[in-house]
């Protein structure tokens, strides 16, 4: 892959094409910008940033998703339909769902698996954050830092660049293809294991594109960590799942930076949602009421020791291990190197792969409490069930990692405003929006389409 | 899902072994439990009775670029798919190359990530050359989990087919034009 490098005119010529922009900065320090929402069904957002004499009065992140819906929707069904209901949430990663959920409902009920079936939920795993990631980081995130309206753009002058990252996304594709049945919505996941076995002929012909996107994910990472990064230190609080051996995806415990540990079952003892009168969706914060940061940077940050090898020497290179813990502009850096682990570690498994002697093991439906928790591409995911007598689900909770992130991103965008003031009017508008996807891809592709409008602070 | 109509059998040995031309890649966008959202799909269930010879119906969910890449080299696609920014139930076939513009009212749901102009573009860029085709979508109004087609748009349906079928039938036509040079 290429060396590739900002445009000439980069930042501020690109926004022409891609909104309309009505960002308002006057000279006497004050600015407002106000995103509206689009119609998607995973992540509606708008923001709404006002500041005013330097002093930010408003700085809000709607987000229109419908998680009481599903946790209505999956009332009366069996775990196995819920697992399949559950991977409609979204499109990008359907995986987390699936996972979160057949993790609580066998922990609840009592069900041990096969230790074949486990590695392959990995590697299934493993196939959602390549995608994931490589989505994000060439043609969400990579964009913005190049001076590019979008990945459309980028690719007419950075052609290698962006077929690096297809290439990237369609190695995690064909992970989820196979295993999970299915790109988009994979349906093989029940509880007690798979539908159906795999052949290590099967899995082994994984291993050739794999192997070719190890390569371009460790340049991915060369790349990024040279971009040209706006300076930035938040002060929150990181929360990730932590595993004594592995690096977090399946299953952990829930840490934070300033010393939480505690069960994954138990994410209610230290958080809870809240509903907040501009946004449709739950907001999530620990019970003493202050926001918390997931994704790449916090796993990075408190299990940075378990990367695989590769992913952990790529990192070491990068000499960011330290700005990524506090700036979320170099998120693009920690996804890169997770890319690095995830494709590592799928190779892991799959050279180490035994069929499973009983990949749907058989269980008997009756009631439980189910909680889990695991780490989708952008966070912490955790979902709570309460099976009735019948083994149906009375209640749900699913908590997807955007909600979590809401007012962590709400903090950031508060303190890193007044920073943008000395700006042109699109440079500033382009720094906010580039802040707000660094952090998660369904709000990042949502910004992506969003029309700005003025509102001038009087 | 997908359905292929081969050539019926020619009196000739060398064409009759030979499996038929794609002409036309007919991609059905969408999710039938998504309410409006299966307009697509439902218009699939009627077409993939009666595809004519060298189409093909794939039913990809959501648009991806390798969707696009998929398509064989001299054949043409048909994106069917629901489109917000019509008026529920309206039928619009538009040429491919009319959606890449930006500030194009029509916008296709299926697409997650990417807007559709960039999945048509940046799989224009990495085969090196336009895409021929049309996308044909219908107005719709409801994405609700779990629900039917809105009345609107359920009666749409056989307007959004026959759309589906000119489009069809004009692209095969081009596809064998040029196809005999």
Not at chain 1, 253 to 258: A, C, H, L, P
């Given at each position: ?7 000439a005119?980069a930042p501020t010529?690109?926004s022409?094409e891609?909104?309309?922009?009505d ?9 407002a910008?106000d995103?509206?929402g689009?119609t998607r069904?995973e ?5 709404r ?7 930010v009065?408003?700085?809000r ?8 819906y599903f ?6 069904r ?6 399949d209901?559950?991977a ?6 359907p ?6 959920a ?11 698996i096969?230790?074949?079936?486990r590695?392959l939920r990995r ?6 954050w390549?995608e ?5 980081v060439y043609?969400l995130h990579l964009?913005d830092?190049?001076g ?5 753009e980028?690719a007419?002058?950075?052609?290698v660049?962006?077929e690096?990252?297809l290439?990237l996304?369609?190695?995690g ?13 994979p ?12 052949r290590?002929?099967e899995i082994a012909?994984?291993?050739?594109p794999l192997t070719?996107?190890?390569e371009?994910?460790l ?7 040279g971009?040209d990064?706006p ?9 990730a799942?932590?595993?004594?051996s592995?690096?977090?995806m399946?299953?952990g ?6 010393g939480?540990?505690l ?5 209610r003892?230290?958080?809870?949602e809240?509903q907040v009168g501009w946004s ?5 914060r620990d019970?003493?009421?202050?926001p918390?940061?997931l994704?790449p940077?916090a796993?990075?940050?408190?299990s940075g020791e378990?990367?695989h090898?590769?992913?952990?020497s790529?990192l070491a ?5 330290g700005?990524?813990a506090?700036?979320p ?10 890319l ?15 069929p ?5 093991r058989p269980?008997t439906?009756g009631?439980?409490?189910a909680a889990?928790a695991?780490?989708?591409?952008r966070g912490l995911i955790?979902h709570?069930?309460?099976l009735d007598?019948?083994?149906?689900v009375?209640?749900?909770q699913?908590?997807?990692p955007?909600s979590q992130?809401q007012?962590a991103?709400?903090a950031?965008l508060?303190?890193f405003?007044?920073s ?6 699109e ?7 580039q802040?707000?996807?660094?952090y998660?891809p369904c709000i990042s592709?949502?910004t ?7 509102e001038?602070?009087r | ?5 081969a050539d019926a059998?020619?009196a000739?040995?060398e064409?009759?072994s ?5 002409l ?13 959202d299966g307009a697509?799909?439902?218009?699939a269930?009627i077409?993939?009775a009666?595809l004519?010879n060298?189409?093909?119906?794939r039913?990809?969910?959501q648009?991806d670029i390798?969707d696009?890449l ?12 629901a489109?917000t920014g019509?008026r529920?139930?309206r039928v ?7 959606l ?6 029509v916008?296709p749901r299926s ?10 573009g940046?799989?224009e860029?990495?085969r ?5 085709g049309?996308?044909?979508a ?13 009345e609107r748009?359920?009666?749409a349906?056989?307007?959004?087919v026959e759309?589906v079928r ?5 692209l095969r036509?081009?596809s064998?034009a040029?196809?005999?040079?």
């Open positions: 892959m290429p060396t590739v490098g900002p445009r005119s010529d690109r022409p891609m909104h309309d922009t960002t308002t900065v006057t000279s006497n320090g004050d600015l910008v995103i509206a689009l069904v992540g509606e957002g708008s923001l940033l006002k500041v005013k004499d330097g002093v009065e408003q700085a992140l709607e987000i229109f998703e419908a998680p009481r946790e209505r929707l999956v009332v009366g069996t775990p196995d339909e819920v697992i209901i559950v409609r949430i979204c499109g990008i990663c995986v987390a769902y699936q996972m979160t057949v993790h609580a409902f066998e922990h609840g009920l009592g069900i041990e096969d230790p074949a079936v590695a590697l299934l795993y493993c196939g959602e390549i994931s990631h490589a989505l994000h043609l964009p830092f190049l590019y309206a979008s990945a459309l980028l007419r002058d950075e052609r660049t962006v690096a990252g290439s996304k369609k190695a594709n064909r992970i989820v293809e196979l295993i999970g049945g299915r790109a988009i919505h349906v093989s996941v029940q509880v007690g294991g798979f539908s159906r076995s795999f290590r002929s012909v994984l291993r050739e070719a996107a190890l371009v994910a340049q991915t990472v060369e790349l990024v960590a971009l990064t300076r930035f230190e938040r002060a929150g609080r990181l929360v799942l932590r595993h004594p592995e690096y977090p399946n299953e415990r829930i840490v934070s930076s300033d939480l540990d069960a994954s079952t138990d994410w003892h230290e958080f809870s809240q449709n969706a739950l907001q999530s019970h003493a009421g202050r918390y940061l994704g940077m796993r990075i940050t408190l378990h990367l090898p590769t992913a952990a790529a290179r990068t000499g960011l291990a700005e990524i506090v700036n502009y170099r998120s693009i850096v920690a996804r890169a190197v997770e690095v682990d995830a494709t590592a570690e799928a190779l892991d498994l799959i050279e180490a792969y035994e499973p002697a009983d990949p749907g269980w439906p009631p439980a409490s889990w695991t780490e989708a591409p955790f709570a069930y309460e007598d019948r083994g149906l009375a209640h749900a699913i908590v997807p955007t992130n007012a991103i709400e950031d508060a303190a405003a007044p943008v003031l000395h700006l042109p009017r440079a500033a508008t382009l720094r906010i929006e802040l707000i996807r660094s998660d592709c949502a992506h389409f969003l029309d700005l409008s003025v001038a602070v | 899902m997908t359905s292929q109509r059998p020619r000739d040995a064409t009759a030979r499996p038929s031309p794609l036309v890649d007919v991609l059905i966008c969408g999710s039938p439990d998504r309410g409006d697509a799909p439902a218009a269930r077409l993939g009666e004519p060298g189409v093909r119906l039913i990809v969910g648009l390798d696009l998929d398509i064989p080299t001299g054949a043409a696609v048909v994106v069917v798919d489109a019509l529920p139930g619009v076939s538009l040429p491919l190359d009319r890449s513009v930006s500030g194009q009212p916008r697409s997650h990530a990417l807007a559709f102009p960039e999945v048509v940046l799989a860029l990495i090196g050359h336009p895409i021929r049309r996308i044909v219908v107005g719709a109004v409801d994405f609700a989990l779990g629900g039917a087609l809105s748009v359920g009666a349906i056989p307007a959004l759309a000119v489009a069809i039938e004009q036509t081009d064998r040029r196809a005999q040079g």
